[in-house]
DNA sequence: TTGAATTTTCAATAATTTTTGAAACTTTTA
DNA sequence: TAAAAGTTTCAAAAATTATTGAAAATTCAA
Protein backbone atom coordinates (compact mmCIF):
# COMPACT_ATOMS: atom_id res chain seq x y z
CA UNK A 1 0.00 0.00 0.00
CA UNK A 2 1.03 3.59 -0.77
CA UNK A 3 1.13 6.53 1.46
CA UNK A 4 -1.11 8.70 -0.33
CA UNK A 5 -3.41 5.45 -0.46
CA UNK A 6 -2.94 4.50 3.46
CA UNK A 7 -3.91 8.07 4.17
CA UNK A 8 -6.64 8.24 2.50
CA UNK A 9 -8.01 4.96 3.73
CA UNK A 10 -7.10 6.44 7.05
CA UNK A 11 -9.08 9.61 6.42
CA UNK A 12 -11.88 8.06 5.45
CA UNK A 13 -12.03 5.23 8.37
CA UNK A 14 -11.81 7.75 10.64
CA UNK A 15 -14.66 9.83 9.39
CA UNK A 16 -17.15 6.49 9.25
CA UNK A 17 -16.01 6.03 12.78
CA UNK A 18 -16.90 9.24 13.74
CA UNK A 19 -20.12 8.79 12.98
CA UNK A 20 -20.83 6.10 14.77
CA UNK A 21 -19.51 7.80 17.87
CA UNK A 22 -22.20 11.15 17.26
CA UNK A 23 -19.42 13.20 15.53
CA UNK A 24 -20.35 13.97 11.80
CA UNK A 25 -18.65 12.21 9.41
CA UNK A 26 -16.89 15.65 8.02
CA UNK A 27 -15.72 16.61 11.31
CA UNK A 28 -14.31 13.36 12.01
CA UNK A 29 -12.38 13.20 8.73
CA UNK A 30 -11.22 16.56 8.83
CA UNK A 31 -9.72 15.28 12.37
CA UNK A 32 -8.34 12.94 10.47
CA UNK A 33 -6.91 14.43 7.85
CA UNK A 34 -4.82 17.29 10.55
CA UNK A 35 -3.72 13.97 12.31
CA UNK A 36 -1.64 13.33 8.87
CA UNK A 37 -0.25 16.56 8.78
CA UNK A 38 2.90 17.17 10.95
CA UNK A 39 3.09 20.74 10.22
CA UNK A 40 -0.52 22.94 10.45
CA UNK A 41 -2.65 23.69 6.97
CA UNK A 42 -4.81 26.16 5.91
CA UNK A 43 -8.63 25.97 5.65
CA UNK A 44 -7.66 25.97 1.80
CA UNK A 45 -6.11 22.73 2.33
CA UNK A 46 -8.64 20.82 4.29
CA UNK A 47 -11.19 22.43 1.87
CA UNK A 48 -8.99 21.19 -1.12
CA UNK A 49 -7.58 17.55 0.79
CA UNK A 50 -11.30 16.70 1.61
CA UNK A 51 -13.10 18.02 -1.72
CA UNK A 52 -15.55 20.18 0.68
CA UNK A 53 -16.92 23.76 0.77
CA UNK A 54 -15.33 26.59 2.52
CA UNK A 55 -18.08 26.98 4.94
CA UNK A 56 -17.98 23.50 6.06
CA UNK A 57 -14.84 23.45 6.19
CA UNK A 58 -14.90 26.33 8.55
CA UNK A 59 -17.63 24.99 10.46
CA UNK A 60 -16.03 21.58 11.33
CA UNK A 61 -12.59 23.28 11.87
CA UNK A 62 -14.44 25.23 14.48
CA UNK A 63 -15.77 22.54 15.87
CA UNK A 64 -12.57 20.70 16.33
CA UNK A 65 -10.99 23.85 17.93
CA UNK A 66 -14.17 23.75 20.72
CA UNK A 67 -13.32 20.17 21.56
CA UNK A 68 -9.70 21.04 22.40
CA UNK A 69 -9.00 18.63 19.34
CA UNK A 70 -7.18 21.13 17.14
CA UNK A 71 -5.19 24.94 17.45
CA UNK A 72 -5.52 27.87 15.26
CA UNK A 73 -1.65 28.82 14.69
CA UNK A 74 -0.02 31.84 12.80
CA UNK A 75 2.53 31.32 10.07
CA UNK A 76 5.29 34.65 10.10
CA UNK A 77 4.45 36.99 7.48
CA UNK A 78 1.17 34.87 6.75
CA UNK A 79 -2.30 36.61 7.21
CA UNK A 80 -4.15 33.29 6.81
CA UNK A 81 -4.92 30.79 9.54
CA UNK A 82 -3.70 27.69 9.77
CA UNK A 83 -4.56 24.92 12.39
CA UNK A 84 -2.79 21.30 13.84
CA UNK A 85 -4.21 18.45 15.43
CA UNK A 86 -3.04 17.60 19.01
CA UNK A 87 -1.24 14.49 18.14
CA UNK A 88 -0.60 12.65 22.25
CA UNK A 89 -3.11 9.71 21.31
CA UNK A 90 -4.09 9.89 25.28
CA UNK A 91 -4.78 13.66 25.49
CA UNK A 92 -7.27 13.32 22.31
CA UNK A 93 -8.91 10.28 24.14
CA UNK A 94 -8.99 12.58 26.79
CA UNK A 95 -10.33 15.78 25.61
CA UNK A 96 -12.90 13.43 23.54
CA UNK A 97 -14.13 11.61 26.59
CA UNK A 98 -14.20 14.78 28.61
CA UNK A 99 -16.53 16.38 25.59
CA UNK A 100 -18.49 13.66 25.78
CA UNK A 101 -18.78 13.11 29.41
CA UNK A 102 -20.49 16.26 29.28
CA UNK A 103 -22.55 16.06 26.47
CA UNK A 104 -24.20 12.71 27.26
CA UNK A 105 -23.79 11.68 30.74
CA UNK A 106 -24.45 15.56 32.54
CA UNK A 107 -27.54 15.87 30.84
CA UNK A 108 -29.09 12.27 30.85
CA UNK A 109 -28.50 12.70 35.45
CA UNK A 110 -30.18 15.72 35.04
CA UNK A 111 -33.32 14.15 33.75
CA UNK A 112 -33.15 11.08 35.86
CA UNK A 113 -32.58 13.47 38.98
CA UNK A 114 -35.78 14.96 37.95
CA UNK A 115 -37.81 12.16 37.64
CA UNK A 116 -36.84 10.22 40.79
CA UNK A 117 -38.55 13.36 42.44
CA UNK A 118 -42.13 11.32 41.09
CA UNK A 119 -44.82 11.64 43.98
CA UNK A 120 -46.25 8.11 43.50
CA UNK A 121 -46.50 5.31 46.37
CA UNK A 122 -48.49 3.17 44.29
CA UNK A 123 -46.10 -0.22 43.01
CA UNK A 124 -46.02 0.97 39.57
CA UNK A 125 -44.50 4.16 40.89
CA UNK A 126 -42.58 2.17 43.04
CA UNK A 127 -40.86 -0.09 40.66
CA UNK A 128 -40.42 3.39 38.30
CA UNK A 129 -38.54 4.67 41.33
CA UNK A 130 -36.32 1.90 41.76
CA UNK A 131 -35.19 1.75 38.19
CA UNK A 132 -34.59 5.43 37.75
CA UNK A 133 -32.57 4.85 40.73
CA UNK A 134 -30.32 2.23 39.84
CA UNK A 135 -29.69 3.72 36.38
CA UNK A 136 -28.90 6.76 38.30
CA UNK A 137 -26.32 5.14 40.81
CA UNK A 138 -24.44 3.67 38.11
CA UNK A 139 -24.36 6.69 35.85
CA UNK A 140 -22.25 7.78 39.10
CA UNK A 141 -20.45 5.31 39.06
CA UNK A 142 -19.42 5.82 35.77
CA UNK A 143 -19.16 9.50 35.76
CA UNK A 144 -16.47 9.66 38.80
CA UNK A 145 -14.21 7.22 36.46
CA UNK A 146 -14.76 9.30 33.64
CA UNK A 147 -14.00 12.36 36.22
CA UNK A 148 -10.81 10.82 37.55
CA UNK A 149 -9.82 9.50 33.85
CA UNK A 150 -9.96 12.91 32.79
CA UNK A 151 -8.58 14.82 35.23
CA UNK A 152 -5.08 12.95 34.82
CA UNK A 153 -2.61 12.12 32.49
CA UNK A 154 -0.95 9.05 30.39
CA UNK A 155 0.68 7.67 33.45
CA UNK A 156 -1.62 7.67 35.79
CA UNK A 157 -3.42 6.24 32.73
CA UNK A 158 -1.17 3.82 32.87
CA UNK A 159 -1.06 2.81 36.28
CA UNK A 160 -5.01 2.63 36.45
CA UNK A 161 -4.63 -0.06 34.09
CA UNK A 162 -1.97 -2.17 35.17
CA UNK A 163 -4.21 -2.30 38.59
CA UNK A 164 -7.04 -3.22 36.88
CA UNK A 165 -5.63 -6.22 34.73
CA UNK A 166 -4.01 -7.56 37.77
CA UNK B 1 -44.70 15.50 38.76
CA UNK B 2 -47.26 12.77 38.45
CA UNK B 3 -45.82 9.66 37.34
CA UNK B 4 -47.39 9.36 33.96
CA UNK B 5 -45.27 12.36 33.01
CA UNK B 6 -42.42 11.17 34.78
CA UNK B 7 -42.23 8.18 32.37
CA UNK B 8 -42.81 9.95 29.52
CA UNK B 9 -39.84 12.11 30.43
CA UNK B 10 -37.61 9.19 30.92
CA UNK B 11 -39.21 7.80 27.53
CA UNK B 12 -38.14 10.76 25.47
CA UNK B 13 -34.95 11.48 27.25
CA UNK B 14 -33.87 7.78 26.79
CA UNK B 15 -34.41 8.22 23.08
CA UNK B 16 -32.73 11.55 22.92
CA UNK B 17 -29.37 10.02 24.49
CA UNK B 18 -29.40 7.06 22.32
CA UNK B 19 -28.87 9.47 19.47
CA UNK B 20 -25.68 10.74 20.79
CA UNK B 21 -24.94 7.23 20.85
CA UNK B 22 -25.02 6.17 17.51
CA UNK B 23 -28.49 4.11 18.14
CA UNK B 24 -31.75 5.52 16.61
CA UNK B 25 -33.89 7.68 19.02
CA UNK B 26 -36.66 4.99 18.36
CA UNK B 27 -34.66 2.31 19.59
CA UNK B 28 -34.06 3.65 22.33
CA UNK B 29 -37.09 4.97 23.17
CA UNK B 30 -38.76 1.34 22.93
CA UNK B 31 -36.20 0.53 24.95
CA UNK B 32 -37.20 3.57 27.73
CA UNK B 33 -40.59 2.33 27.68
CA UNK B 34 -40.05 -1.75 27.98
CA UNK B 35 -37.37 -0.54 30.93
CA UNK B 36 -40.60 1.15 32.41
CA UNK B 37 -42.64 -1.76 32.28
CA UNK B 38 -42.17 -4.13 34.52
CA UNK B 39 -44.14 -7.03 32.62
CA UNK B 40 -43.59 -8.58 28.85
CA UNK B 41 -45.86 -6.22 26.34
CA UNK B 42 -46.74 -6.93 22.84
CA UNK B 43 -45.72 -5.01 19.75
CA UNK B 44 -49.20 -3.60 19.61
CA UNK B 45 -48.35 -1.88 23.04
CA UNK B 46 -45.42 -0.52 22.02
CA UNK B 47 -46.96 0.78 18.61
CA UNK B 48 -50.09 2.54 20.87
CA UNK B 49 -47.45 3.80 23.61
CA UNK B 50 -44.73 5.81 21.00
CA UNK B 51 -47.17 6.44 18.54
CA UNK B 52 -45.37 4.19 15.84
CA UNK B 53 -46.11 1.80 13.22
CA UNK B 54 -45.66 -1.74 12.67
CA UNK B 55 -42.95 -2.26 11.05
CA UNK B 56 -40.99 0.05 12.86
CA UNK B 57 -41.71 -1.35 16.22
CA UNK B 58 -40.94 -4.62 14.80
CA UNK B 59 -37.31 -3.64 13.37
CA UNK B 60 -36.59 -1.77 16.24
CA UNK B 61 -37.86 -4.64 19.11
CA UNK B 62 -35.56 -6.85 16.71
CA UNK B 63 -32.65 -4.73 16.76
CA UNK B 64 -33.03 -4.43 20.66
CA UNK B 65 -33.51 -8.54 20.72
CA UNK B 66 -29.99 -8.75 19.13
CA UNK B 67 -28.49 -6.35 21.51
CA UNK B 68 -29.47 -8.65 24.07
CA UNK B 69 -30.90 -6.14 25.60
CA UNK B 70 -34.83 -7.66 25.38
CA UNK B 71 -36.06 -10.94 25.29
CA UNK B 72 -39.42 -12.69 23.73
CA UNK B 73 -41.44 -14.60 26.15
CA UNK B 74 -44.77 -16.09 25.43
CA UNK B 75 -48.16 -15.22 27.22
CA UNK B 76 -50.13 -19.41 28.30
CA UNK B 77 -52.91 -18.84 26.16
CA UNK B 78 -51.37 -16.31 23.93
CA UNK B 79 -50.56 -16.57 20.25
CA UNK B 80 -48.96 -13.13 20.06
CA UNK B 81 -45.09 -12.51 21.34
CA UNK B 82 -44.77 -10.48 24.28
CA UNK B 83 -41.49 -8.61 25.06
CA UNK B 84 -39.75 -7.43 28.05
CA UNK B 85 -36.27 -5.87 28.81
CA UNK B 86 -32.65 -6.49 31.08
CA UNK B 87 -33.71 -5.00 34.13
CA UNK B 88 -30.48 -5.30 35.89
CA UNK B 89 -28.94 -1.76 34.83
CA UNK B 90 -24.85 -3.49 35.25
CA UNK B 91 -25.94 -5.88 32.53
CA UNK B 92 -27.30 -3.34 30.51
CA UNK B 93 -24.50 -1.29 30.95
CA UNK B 94 -22.55 -4.67 29.92
CA UNK B 95 -24.59 -5.67 26.82
CA UNK B 96 -23.78 -2.45 25.04
CA UNK B 97 -20.50 -2.31 26.02
CA UNK B 98 -19.91 -5.48 24.42
CA UNK B 99 -21.91 -3.82 21.16
CA UNK B 100 -20.54 -0.88 20.88
CA UNK B 101 -16.73 -2.54 21.12
CA UNK B 102 -17.45 -4.74 18.57
CA UNK B 103 -19.25 -2.67 16.46
CA UNK B 104 -17.20 0.39 16.60
CA UNK B 105 -13.53 -0.53 18.07
CA UNK B 106 -13.01 -3.29 16.44
CA UNK B 107 -13.70 -1.84 12.60
CA UNK B 108 -10.92 0.45 13.70
CA UNK B 109 -8.44 -2.02 14.80
CA UNK B 110 -8.82 -3.99 11.48
CA UNK B 111 -8.22 -0.36 9.68
CA UNK B 112 -5.46 0.58 11.48
CA UNK B 113 -3.96 -2.89 11.30
CA UNK B 114 -3.77 -2.52 7.84
CA UNK B 115 -2.75 0.77 7.24
CA UNK B 116 0.33 0.33 9.28
CA UNK B 117 1.95 -2.05 6.44
CA UNK B 118 2.24 0.69 4.55
CA UNK B 119 5.36 0.88 2.68
CA UNK B 120 7.60 4.11 2.69
CA UNK B 121 10.68 5.07 4.50
CA UNK B 122 10.44 8.79 4.02
CA UNK B 123 10.00 10.99 7.26
CA UNK B 124 6.58 11.51 6.17
CA UNK B 125 5.84 7.95 5.95
CA UNK B 126 7.57 7.44 9.29
CA UNK B 127 5.47 10.17 10.86
CA UNK B 128 2.09 8.47 9.57
CA UNK B 129 3.32 5.06 10.40
CA UNK B 130 3.97 6.67 14.27
CA UNK B 131 0.39 8.40 14.42
CA UNK B 132 -1.04 5.26 13.54
CA UNK B 133 1.01 3.10 15.92
CA UNK B 134 0.11 5.46 18.95
CA UNK B 135 -3.62 5.23 17.88
CA UNK B 136 -3.67 1.48 18.02
CA UNK B 137 -1.59 0.96 20.61
CA UNK B 138 -4.26 3.16 22.98
CA UNK B 139 -7.42 1.18 20.94
CA UNK B 140 -5.77 -1.78 22.12
CA UNK B 141 -5.46 -0.72 25.79
CA UNK B 142 -9.04 0.65 25.67
CA UNK B 143 -10.10 -2.88 23.96
CA UNK B 144 -7.82 -5.06 26.99
CA UNK B 145 -10.39 -3.17 29.44
CA UNK B 146 -13.32 -3.62 28.00
CA UNK B 147 -13.12 -6.74 27.09
CA UNK B 148 -12.55 -7.05 30.97
CA UNK B 149 -15.13 -5.56 32.12
CA UNK B 150 -17.99 -7.51 29.62
CA UNK B 151 -16.23 -10.36 30.60
CA UNK B 152 -17.32 -10.04 34.40
CA UNK B 153 -20.16 -9.07 36.88
CA UNK B 154 -21.50 -6.36 38.81
CA UNK B 155 -19.18 -7.95 41.82
CA UNK B 156 -15.89 -7.34 40.08
CA UNK B 157 -16.94 -3.77 38.58
CA UNK B 158 -17.69 -2.65 41.75
CA UNK B 159 -13.98 -4.68 43.19
CA UNK B 160 -12.88 -2.46 39.79
CA UNK B 161 -14.26 1.07 41.08
CA UNK B 162 -12.71 0.88 44.23
CA UNK B 163 -9.38 0.05 42.86
CA UNK B 164 -9.13 2.46 40.35
CA UNK B 165 -10.57 5.12 42.72
CA UNK B 166 -7.66 4.12 45.66
C1' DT C 1 -54.38 -29.16 4.75
C1' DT C 2 -56.82 -24.46 5.30
C1' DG C 3 -57.13 -19.97 6.71
C1' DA C 4 -56.93 -16.67 10.38
C1' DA C 5 -53.59 -14.48 13.27
C1' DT C 6 -49.31 -12.63 13.55
C1' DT C 7 -44.77 -11.18 12.05
C1' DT C 8 -41.57 -9.54 8.61
C1' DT C 9 -40.08 -7.12 4.62
C1' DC C 10 -39.21 -3.29 1.79
C1' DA C 11 -40.30 0.35 -1.72
C1' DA C 12 -42.05 4.75 -1.27
C1' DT C 13 -42.31 8.75 1.61
C1' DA C 14 -41.13 11.73 5.36
C1' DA C 15 -38.01 13.69 8.57
C1' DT C 16 -33.60 14.95 9.79
C1' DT C 17 -28.98 16.20 9.15
C1' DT C 18 -25.33 17.92 6.42
C1' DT C 19 -23.44 20.75 2.84
C1' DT C 20 -23.08 24.49 -0.19
C1' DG C 21 -22.00 29.03 -1.64
C1' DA C 22 -22.63 33.64 -1.73
C1' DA C 23 -23.38 37.66 1.18
C1' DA C 24 -22.07 39.80 5.42
C1' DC C 25 -18.77 40.61 8.54
C1' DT C 26 -14.00 41.33 10.40
C1' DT C 27 -9.25 42.20 10.19
C1' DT C 28 -5.20 43.94 8.21
C1' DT C 29 -2.51 46.60 5.03
C1' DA C 30 -1.43 50.47 2.27
C1' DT D 1 -9.88 55.66 5.55
C1' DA D 2 -10.41 52.49 1.56
C1' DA D 3 -10.15 48.17 -0.11
C1' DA D 4 -8.14 43.70 -0.14
C1' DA D 5 -7.76 39.41 2.28
C1' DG D 6 -9.74 36.32 5.09
C1' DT D 7 -13.50 34.38 8.06
C1' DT D 8 -18.19 33.48 9.41
C1' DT D 9 -23.01 32.93 8.82
C1' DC D 10 -27.12 30.88 7.30
C1' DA D 11 -31.04 30.00 4.00
C1' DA D 12 -31.65 26.87 0.44
C1' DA D 13 -30.40 22.42 -1.62
C1' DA D 14 -28.62 17.87 -1.27
C1' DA D 15 -27.75 13.76 1.07
C1' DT D 16 -28.75 10.64 4.48
C1' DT D 17 -31.53 8.21 7.69
C1' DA D 18 -35.87 6.78 9.67
C1' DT D 19 -40.73 5.64 9.13
C1' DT D 20 -44.84 4.04 7.11
C1' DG D 21 -48.05 0.73 5.60
C1' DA D 22 -49.52 -2.68 2.81
C1' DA D 23 -48.14 -7.00 0.67
C1' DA D 24 -45.65 -11.24 1.49
C1' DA D 25 -44.25 -14.65 4.55
C1' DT D 26 -44.79 -17.39 8.52
C1' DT D 27 -47.04 -19.73 12.28
C1' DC D 28 -50.48 -22.24 14.42
C1' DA D 29 -55.11 -24.07 15.65
C1' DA D 30 -58.74 -26.63 13.92
New interface residues.
Given amino acids: ?3 S ?3 Q ?2 ID ?2 GT ?1 G ?4 INRTMAAVHGLL ?2 E ?1 QAISTDEVMEKLGISRGNANMNIRALIDWGLVKKVYQPGERMEFFIAE ?1 D ?2 KV ?1 ILITRERRR ?2 LE ?2 RE ?2 K ?2 K ?4 K ?1 A ?2 K ?2 KK ?2 N ?2 D ?2 AG ?2 D ?2 LE ?1 LTKTDRLW ?1 LK ?2 K ?3 S
Fill in positions: MKLEAKKFSWFTKWGLCEKIYAREPIILEVEVEDTEGQFMVEIEFFANIKMTFKIM
